[in-house]
């Protein structure tokens, strides 16, 4: 597997070489099941700053993997994003080898050590994060105290432990440090997900493999994708808004989408109400629709715009 640009560029700089001797390198896109996957942050942010390929976050975060509001690594590609990516010679596509019957014990020892070296990395960070959430709470817990001495008062009880009943408890005398803090259980470490394989040797190139787009709407979907692309264009999809496509004038997360782009064969007919639908769909979300077809193998686009009569 290739480094990444980061690490060539570190090279070069040692070696004190010029930066026009930075040679490209591609990223790395991963297969599973099917589907195409970016697991390391770097190329997901140069995919989006550099080639404007926004994809799909679609993992749990570790801290909050019960809710969906916020996704993380990996980054899922759609099929016309991956095509495009392969085409301009930006990424190679990558798959593991099927796994044998037969577990390698090599493999399976480094992986164990892996696993307890994370968790043995996990432990001072764990106590240092309780320490600072018992700092956070540490009005309260002088309080608890304090209502607990008055308690035992009230009831004519004596606490062995505090040797200084008539003694008010000042926070300076709470001291953190001293707290003992258990480690936390390996159940409950935070499992890594690794940006790269860690068995790189056992990865196979399948660029030859890859056969998007084969139908004819897979074709079309594909020319507009890419032709919208090579105008600057950033793309997402278009479903939640009845169309093939998003488009926007700069990066999603800075701009509104100006248009929703809808995949029409260029022969195919559409009846007066399929028409204003659509029309009017744009006009409710504040979008311009437009209909894609491709021609003697150019793209051609007619945009639909609601106007109101007054």
């Known amino acids: 597997m290739a480094k990444n640009t980061e690490e060539v560029r570190r090279a070069i700089e040692k070696e004190d070489m010029p930066m026009t001797s930075l040679i490209s390198v591609k990223m790395s896109l991963f297969v599973t099941h099917g589907k195409v996957f970016v697991w390391d942050t770097d190329d997901v942010m140069k995919l989006r700053e550099d080639y404007r390929i926004v994809g799909n976050l ?11 509001i916020q996704l993380g690594l990996p980054l899922q590609l759609a099929p016309d994003e991956v095509t495009l990516l392969l085409e301009k010679g930006f ?7 099927k796994l ?6 090599d493999r399976l020892k480094q992986f164990t050590d892996m696993r307890q070296t994370s968790y043995q990395q996990q432990i001072p960070l764990f106590i240092g ?3 600072k959430e018992i700092n956070q ?8 105290k304090k209502a607990k001495r008055q308690k035992l008062k009230q009831d004519g009880e004596h606490d062995e432990n505090d040797e200084h009943d008539s003694i008010e408890e000042r926070e300076d005398d709470f001291n953190i440090d001293d707290i003992a803090i258990p480690s936390i259980k390996p159940e409950q470490a935070i499992v890594q997900l690794f940006t790269e394989s860690p068995w790189k040797s056992r990865m196979t190139s ?13 074709k079309l979907r594909y020319a507009v994708f890419k032709d ?7 793309l997402t999809s278009g479903t939640k808004f009845g169309g093939d496509f998003l488009v926007y004038p700069g990066d999603p997360a800075l ?4 248009y929703i782009a809808v995949c029409i064969p260029h022969h195919d007919k559409l009846t007066a109400l399929e028409i204003v639908t659509l029309g009017r769909l744009g006009a409710t979300v504040r979008k311009t629709v437009i209909l894609c077809s491709i021609c003697d193998n150019e793209v051609y686009y007619t945009s639909l715009q609601w106007t109101g009569i007054t």
């Open 206 to 218: 399948i660029h030859k493999e890859w056969q998007y787009p084969e139908s004819d709407s897979d």
């Open 228 to 234: 919208l692309w090579e105008k600057k264009y950033y």
């Open 58 to 68: 679609v993992g749990s975060l570790p801290r909050a993997p019960r809710q969906n």
């Open 255 to 258: 701009f509104h989408s100006f």
């Open 91 to 97: 990424c190679e596509l990558l798959e593991s080898v």
């Open 100 to 105: 044998s019957s037969q577990i390698d014990d």
């Open 129 to 131: 994060e309780r320490r």
């Open 137 to 144: 709470h540490r009005h309260k817990i002088i309080e608890g």
